[in-house]
Structures are given as structure tokens and as C-alpha cells.
């Protein structure tokens, strides 16, 4: 995250959150409120539909109350709130929601920006990543019904980040037609009963890759 010269706190990374497993910490109700306020402003609304600031919940679990935005599919999408104890049993990383600067010029994902939202999530030129895959899985990761993969996180996996795959059988080189396709990865998962040191990764085709 970067650093801002005027209270070197670090600047909020707002595609951390939606996209990582991070879980920011609201320790008072004032903490609460303007972190909602934040949250709205960026687009982001409860996994129930309603917005961000409403209703007050912090009462709910007042000092322990920490929230998540989940983007994997396994839950509804959106804003979710437990206690603090929760998401660190679960494998969340806790940030505090008072050690980080909020500016006040951030482009807001509901902006009227001419900028597709897509396109603003991946600014950043993402990190391609060559993987060897084994035959037997190639087919049912073209026809999609693998959407995932279970990798050792030694490459610093990120949301964004692409993944060209070579087929091999045993290790040794094999022909599929995955070899001609690029995937990106939509969601990072760690912890959630898996081995410390390894990430579930969420991947989609890129149609218009050549």
C-alpha cells in the first residue's frame, strides 16, 4: 500500500479489499460510520442489497466488528461482518481501519468515469504466469467445469494476474488446446482448511486473447 506524505499513514488499497483476503477492523461506532461512508462512496453495498451505511451494525459485535467483502461465488457477493476472533480463525488478514489514510480524490468504482469498472480493477499491468498443468485436467478446465486451482502460493498470486498453462503427461510435454489459451485469476482464497502455504485460485477464460 502506498504511503501518503501528508500523515505517512498508508493509502486505503481499495482492490485489496474487494478482491483479497483482508478483513478491516472498526473499533468504535465513529470508526464504523466512516468506514461505511467509504465504502458506499466506492460502490461496495451489504451481501444483502442494502447500502453501505445503512442499517447501523455495528452494535452487533461493537468493539470486535470487522467486514469483508467476499467476491468467490461460495457466499453471496458483498459486504459481510463477523467478529474479530472469526476472520482470523478463517484466515483473514486484519487491517485497522485507523492506521490507513482515506483520500479524499479516489476515483469511486460508481463513478460516472468513462472507464469501464473493468478496466479500472486492472490498471496495473498484471503478472502473467506460466503453469504446468496435468493432461487429465486440461479438458475440464477448457469446458469450464474446473474453474479453479489448488497452487503453493510462490509466486505471489494476485486478482488480475494471468495464467497461460502447459500441458504435460507425467511431467513430460503433451498437445492440448490449452496450450492456446490465457485464464485470469478472479479471487485468491487462503486458509478455509487449506495446507498453510497454498491458495485456491479462481480462474475465467480471457475470450479475447490472442
Known amino acids: 500500500m502506498q504511503m501518503n506524505s501528508n500523515n505517512q499513514k498508508p493509502t486505503f488499497d481499495w482492490r485489496k479489499f474487494k478482491y483479497e483476503n483482508i478483513a478491516v477492523h472498526v473499533k468504535t461506532q465513529e470508526e464504523y460510520d466512516n468506514f461505511m461512508k467509504e465504502c458506499k462512496a ?29 467476491n468467490s461465488g461460495l457466499v453471496k457477493k458483498g459486504l459481510h461482518y463477523q467478529r474479530l476472533g472469526f476472520w482470523k480463525d478463517t484466515g483473514y488478514r486484519i487491517e485497522e481501519f485507523a492506521n490507513f489514510y482515506f483520500p479524499k480524490d479516489y476515483q469511486p468504482h460508481n463513478s460516472n468515469s468513462n472507464i469501464p ?54 511431467g513430460h510435454p503433451a498437445i492440448h488446446v490449452i496450450s492456446n489459451r490465457r485464464y485470469r485469476i478472479t479471487y485468491v482464497l487462503s486458509g478455509w482448511g487449506l495446507k498453510n502455504g497454498y491458495v485456491a485460485l479462481g480462474i475465467e477464460e480471457v475470450k479475447n486473447y490472442d
Not at 479438458?139 to 505471489?156: M, P, Q, S
Open 42 to 70: 466506492q460502490g461496495f453495498a451489504w451481501c444483502t442489497g442494502k447500502e453501505a451505511d445503512m442499517p447501523n451494525l455495528w452494535p452487533d459485535c461493537a468493539y470486535d466488528m470487522c467486514i469483508i467483502h467476499d
Open 117 to 170: 469498472e473493468e478496466q479500472i480493477e486492472f490498471l496495473e499491468k498484471p503478472t502473467t504466469h506460466t503453469l504446468k498443468l496435468e493432461e487429465c485436467f486440461c479438458e475440464a478446465v477448457v469446458t469450464g467445469k474446473k474453474c479453479f486451482e489448488i497452487r503453493k502460493n510462490d509466486r505471489g498470486f494476485q486478482p488480475g494476474d494471468t495464467i497461460e498453462f502447459i500441458p504435460v503427461n507425467n
